[in-house]
């Protein structure tokens, strides 16, 4: 079955860039959307943003011009960069699969479903 | 965006049924039958327990249902069990092609 595993750097200094990568595994990139949540300590979940395997992205417009998400289908991978990070950013960060759900004329992205383990990213000086 | 609103905790005891609810606008959940539950449980990642409003994954128990009267989705949870005990999630598509989630319902088996 599909898995999906995220990595990159558990810590990150105030004003610079996170960067996290997302490795698939057990199945195609192909004909999904893919996407990156994340939730602070103790607080609940909040979507970051999806990109389709085609290239194609979305972001949450709370974070959109902070956020890139780009997807490298030659090696099962898709990547989050978020710039400008405070201690606000400090979260488990999450990825995800979304299943295309096409009806009705029109395609949507739909559920998150299998889920990355998650990574705790903690910016600090 | 704002996100859609779930009660902040609720509680039963074993064998009882509860609902938690998720309440949208006309944009997202009362427009679109994409909404989904999850369950996730401490330190561990979310887990999708229904899909499509009413859709239960393969795996997921039949006590776990879902439902949508205009703006507001609810899940039920029926014969609970200590097991059941997690934090609960909606979320729902957004006319805006964004994907909202509901602030988080905290479950407690008494």
């Known amino acids: 079955q599909v898995q999906l595993q995220e990595s990159g750097p558990g810590l990150v200094k105030p004003s610079e860039t996170l960067s996290l990568t997302c490795t698939v595994s057990g199945g195609s990139i192909s004909s999904y959307y893919w996407s990156w949540i994340r939730q602070p300590p103790g607080k609940g979940l909040e979507w970051i943003g999806y990109i389709y395997y085609s290239g194609n992205t979305n972001y949450n417009p709370s974070l959109k011009s902070r956020v890139t998400i780009l997807v490298d289908t030659s090696k099962s991978q898709f990547s989050l960069k978020l710039s400008s990070v405070t201690a606000a950013d400090t979260a488990v960060y999450y990825c995800?699969?979304?299943?295309?759900?096409?009806?009705?004329?029109?395609?949507?992205?739909?559920?998150?479903?299998?889920w990355g383990q998650g990574t705790l990213v903690t910016v600090s000086s | 965006q704002s996100a859609l609103t779930q009660p902040a905790s609720v509680s039963g005891s074993p064998g009882q049924s509860i609902t938690i609810s998720c309440t949208g606008t006309?944009?997202?959940?009362?427009?679109?039958?994409?909404v989904s539950w999850y369950q996730q449980h401490p330190g561990k990642a979310p887990k999708l327990m229904i899909f499509?409003?009413?859709n239960r994954p393969s795996g997921v128990s039949n006590r776990f249902s879902g439902s949508k009267s205009g703006n507001t989705a609810s899940l039920t949870i029926s014969g609970l069990q200590a097991e059941d005990e997690a934090d609960y999630y909606c979320t729902s598509y957004s006319s805006s092609n964004t994907l909202l989630f509901g602030g988080g319902t905290k479950l407690t088996v008494l």
């Open positions: 499509d409003v009413r």
């Open positions: 995800a699969r979304i299943p295309v759900n096409c009806s009705g004329g029109g395609c949507y992205p739909n559920w998150f479903s299998p």
């Open positions: 006309s944009s997202d959940v009362g427009n679109y039958d994409f």
